[in-house]
């Protein structure tokens, strides 16, 4: 199953998976990966994905991610592009909607329906055993 996995690999993936094997030949033991094969690997990584480009490179997925990242916290690193952009939206900008509307329903066929200004939520619990324990 791994040799189906690694067939038809991209160019680019390719020569970075050879890179990466002529380095482990002929390293020390021990040796910690080049910046330059890291520079390379998040490249790659950026176009192909982190976690293809991990199990091609043979690297720790989170080590390249973090490395894409570039230690951000919050950025999308699969499938980057050049044009991708992440924007951030703090909840407080986010709008409130103006009613909140709640309905509840039993099997015979009744049911209770409660329109409220957002921030005026009630005790959900206590309401339903209200409308369920009517009888």
């Given at each position: 199953?791994?040799?189906?996995?690694?067939?038809?690999?991209?160019?680019?993936?390719?020569?970075?998976?050879?890179?990466?094997?002529?380095?482990?030949?002929?390293?020390?033991?021990?040796?910690?990966?080049?910046?330059?094969?890291?520079?390379?690997?998040?490249?790659?990584?950026?176009?192909?994905?982190?976690?293809?480009?991990?199990?091609?490179?043979?690297?720790?997925?989170?080590?390249?991610?973090?490395?894409?990242?570039?230690?951000?916290?919050?950025?999308?690193?699969?499938?980057?592009?050049?044009?991708?952009?992440?924007?951030?939206?703090?909840?407080?900008?986010?709008?409130?909607?103006?009613?909140?509307?709640i309905e509840y329903s039993?099997?015979?066929?009744?049911?209770?329906?409660?329109?409220?200004?957002?921030?005026?939520?009630?005790?959900?619990?206590?309401?339903?055993?209200?409308?369920?324990?009517?009888?």
């Open positions: 199953m791994a040799g189906r996995k690694l067939q038809g690999l991209p160019v680019e993936l390719s020569r970075a998976q050879t890179r990466f094997e002529q380095w482990r030949q002929t390293r020390v033991l021990g040796d910690r990966i080049p910046e330059k094969l890291w520079k390379l690997a998040a490249a790659v990584a950026e176009r192909h994905g982190v976690s293809r480009t991990a199990d091609v490179l043979r690297l720790d997925y989170y080590g390249l991610k973090k490395r894409i990242a570039g230690g951000r916290p919050g950025v999308a690193t699969e499938n980057l592009s050049p044009a991708t952009a992440f924007v951030e939206l703090p909840a407080a900008s986010l709008s409130q909607p103006a009613m909140c509307e039993d099997a015979a066929g009744a049911s209770l329906r409660i329109r409220l200004p957002a921030k005026e939520i009630p005790d959900l619990a206590a309401l339903g055993r209200s409308f369920w324990e009517r009888r």
